[in-house]
């Protein structure tokens, strides 16, 4: 897995540190849980503040301040509605923010632009951030090369050089650029605790690539056993390590024993997606790979582990064959009260399972649930592309249609093959008005010409279908466009199909079209076609019929696996029949319903395997043609009292009378139609009237909720406050009430460091809970490596 996720993680972090100083008392009161480790309360206290009739001045110094509040405690999306207010698009400080915003989200492209903007102004205040800032998006986007060029500009800043050097140094291990990383890595002066640790995992990398994952190993598990001081993200870089050394040395199931520890002892852990895309990866590389503690997580009820073990579960057993166990998982996931955007790829993952089982309208439900968790923009895009295919395959093309117009003229990567696909989509709706406009807009946007071949013969061919006279225009247009494409073969096809289908029919025409398809060098779907095509033509001019046979049989040697081959074999048996080859007319009903059991061709092509037998003179047809009617009668469908009838017909030739008479009652007594029942009554009457020669007697027998939460953090804390005022008499039972309470508020939202915070004002407090706060606070920082210098 590449550590890019990884790295990026520190990138809020290492730029929220730019704050003001000439601020009001009163934004200084809100603002300072954001210097006391606590930004939510921060966010609560600005928003509210925000919300008063302020003057603009001081509007605006709120607003900078919310801004980064919300950035540091990962609330992003909320930070960039805020920065949409017109009165402050244009401000350094904004476009920054908006910068930082952005990259929480991962649109990488639309932050680049804003921080070389910043860069241009050396004086500012965010010069050197935006310069960082820069290089990060550019290494996010695959740009290395100028990354590293960004990087080099800070390697002579006090405040920045480290952080560059540290940043240059995994760009070149990324790049398998070792001489490079080594010479970075051995330069630096690292004097924070966080930045030698980071270091040590720079080098277990470097060790990597340089192929020596057994001292890679080393250097990991040393960190792994003092992570004093470690930024979380260090110490997943560094498990991370382990698994992939595990890999190079050929042992990963040693690799994912490391990952399951931790997330065995880490069920709620902030990067708990990452730490099972990885554990995913390790059991991939394995041959036999064990299920067991997926299957132990499944059970038990620690969240949102148990959601991640299901998912993940459910994806190792579709690997294996075993959907319909893999269907139960993601169905139970989906019914999870855990919602959160990392949950949005398992039910991408989900909607594409049941599309390929043809599900597609639980697809669509499932995508729709998706996009209500709000993930992140990459991965909405990839929501919405499924969601409109889906529609597509469902041909609710208008919806589709829609659905791929939207992201064709969005940002997403998908832009060229959904403006193709709208395209396809407007053909279908028989707008060609609009198809006309995105056909020129792709070729616009350097479409290749493969694509814009396919549209235009797509085109022709959905004129075709729906017998559209522009049609054969279109086509030969199209032949004439793209001389040298592979498909023109297919474009002659369809034209020797509209000279078959005219009225009255073009034979000629179409043997020639046929034959410039035939030197077209075809495709094998034109082939397919032509050669189906060829056995009607010339069995509708009244042509050899023993040409016609052979043309039948030759598709079959060729093309058995083609969905005309039913049809086709129908009409070779039908000419067998015709030509009284009851052998293998017989054969061939019977390979048609073999083949196709559960086809509408299998009833008829069993009846009339039945007549062939009777009408063959072989030693035993006459008994196989008793067990052939009796499928068909099987069958429930429409012939069956025909093979009743005909069973009971053969039961008279083989001197069986009253078998046959059994037959005709039951025919008589069923819902049969009345041309059955008369055929019935006639052959009961004929057995009466043949024994009535012996018997005259015979004869007379022939008849008949977040917002809340916020406010909640907000009032615990101004509780904490008020106690904590140096001229207030302290009440410590509530002073520790609501500093706990505030503390498992922040605790449940996965808010560790913010906890910490809390926790570490009540183990100051001195009171008799004291005591209790200093454990918990460091459990929490044993649990999640809360540990500063």
Not at 60 to 81: S, Y
Not at 340 to 363: K, M, N, R, T, W
Not at 571 to 579: G, M
Not at 616 to 628: F, K, N, P, Q, T
Request: aromatic content about 8%; glycine content about 6%.
């Amino acid at each position: 897995m590449s550590f890019k996720k990884i790295g990026l993680s520190f990138l809020l972090g290492t730029l929220a540190q730019l704050a003001r100083a000439d601020i009001s008392a009163e934004i200084a009161e809100a603002s300072a849980p954001l210097t006391q480790g606590v930004p939510e309360v921060a966010v609560a206290r600005l928003q509210a503040l925000l919300n008063k009739n302020l003057p603009e001045t001081e509007w605006r110094v709120v607003a900078e301040k919310l801004a980064e509040a919300q950035v540091v405690a990962r609330e992003p999306e909320n930070t960039l509605v805020l920065l949409a207010d017109p009165r402050l698009r244009e401000l350094p400080w904004a476009k920054f923010w908006r910068a930082q915003a952005l990259a929480g989200v991962n649109r990488w492209a639309d932050a680049l632009p804003l921080y070389e903007e910043l860069t241009m102004d050396q004086a500012s205040a965010f010069f050197g951030a935006a310069v960082f800032g820069t290089a990060e998006m550019l290494r996010a986007l695959g740009k290395r090369q100028e990354a590293l060029r960004k990087f080099n500009l800070l390697l002579h800043d006090k405040e920045w050089a480290t952080r560059a050097q540290l940043r240059a140094a995994e760009v070149y291990i990324e790049m398998a650029d070792a001489s490079n990383a080594q010479r970075l890595l051995a330069e630096m002066r690292p004097t924070l605790v966080a930045e030698r640790r980071e270091r040590r995992v720079l080098r277990g990398r470097l060790e990597l690539i340089l192929r020596r994952p057994e001292r890679a190993i080393g250097m990991f598990q040393a960190l792994l056993k003092r992570p004093e001081g470690a930024p979380h993200a260090t110490l997943i870089a560094a498990l991370f390590g382990i698994a992939d050394a595990h890999i190079q040395l050929k042992t990963p199931e040693a690799g994912d024993d490391v990952i399951e520890q931790f997330i065995d002892r880490h069920p709620a852990d902030p990067d708990l997606s990452l730490l099972f895309e990885k554990l995913d990866a390790l059991y991939r590389a394995e041959h036999k790979p064990s299920r067991s503690e997926l299957e132990k997580w499944v059970r038990r009820p620690e969240q949102p582990r148990r959601t991640f073990a299901r998912w993940y579960l459910a994806r190792m057993e579709t690997r294996t064959g075993r959907r319909e166990r893999a269907q139960q998982l993601f169905s139970d996931l989906r019914r999870t009260g855990t919602k959160s955007p990392a949950i949005a790829p398992a039910l991408l993952e989900f909607a594409q399972f049941e599309v390929d089982d043809g599900h597609l309208d639980e697809a669509i439900t499932i995508l729709d649930e998706a996009r209500l968790l709000h993930p992140e923009q990459a991965l909405l895009a990839r929501i919405n592309f499924l969601s409109a295919q889906v529609n597509y395959l469902a041909k609710r093309f208008d919806t589709a249609t829609a659905g791929f117009e939207q992201i064709a003229h969005s940002n997403s990567p998908w832009t060229k093959i959904a403006l193709l696909n709208a395209s396809s989509g407007w053909l279908q709706l028989g707008n060609h008005v609009r198809f006309a406009a995105d056909y020129t807009e792709l070729e616009k946007q350097g479409g290749g010409e493969e694509a814009r071949a396919n549209l235009r013969l797509e085109e022709g061919l959905m004129q075709a279908a729906k017998g559209d006279k522009r049609a054969a225009a279109s086509l030969q247009q199209f032949i004439r466009d793209f001389p040298k494409n592979p498909r023109v073969s297919e474009a002659w096809v369809s034209l020797a199909e509209l000279a078959f289908h005219s009225s009255p029919p073009r034979f000629d025409e179409a043997r020639k079209n046929l034959a410039r398809a035939a030197e077209s060098r075809p495709t094998a779907a034109a082939a397919e076609r032509a050669d189906y095509l060829s056995i009607w033509v010339e069995e509708s001019a009244r042509g050899n019929e023993m040409q016609v046979i052979d043309l039948a049989k030759r598709f079959l040697e060729q093309h058995g696996g083609s969905p005309f081959a039913s049809e086709v074999r129908m009409k070779l048996a039908e000419l067998y029949y015709r030509h009284q080859d009851f052998a293998n007319a017989q054969t061939q009903f019977e390979i048609i319903a073999q083949q196709n059991p559960d086809d509408s061709l299998a009833e008829s092509a069993l009846f009339f395997a039945a007549e062939s037998a009777m009408s063959s003179m072989g030693e035993h047809s006459l008994d196989r043609a008793i067990v052939l009617f009796d499928q068909v009668v099987q069958k429930n469908g429409p012939l069956r009292w025909g093979a009743r009838n005909e069973q009971a017909v053969i039961e008279r030739k083989l001197g069986k009378p009253k078998d046959a008479l059994a037959l005709y009652d039951e025919v008589l007594k069923s819902d049969a139609g009345l041309s059955d029942k008369r055929e019935a009554l006639c052959g009961k009457g004929d057995i009466f009237f043949e024994a009535g020669a012996t018997d005259p007697n015979s004869y007379q027998r022939a008849m008949e909720k977040k917002s809340d939460r916020a406010g909640a953090l907000a009032t615990f804390y101004e509780i904490l406050e008020d106690e904590g005022r140096p001229d207030q008499r302290r009440e410590l039972f509530w002073y520790y009430k609501a500093g706990f309470n505030a503390g498992r508020l922040l605790e449940e939202d996965s808010k560790w460091e913010s906890a910490a915070a809390i926790y570490d004002k009540l183990a100051a407090a001195g009171g008799g809970r004291s005591e209790e706060a200093k454990a918990r606070l460091n459990n929490l920082r044993l649990e999640h490596f809360l540990w500063t210098d």
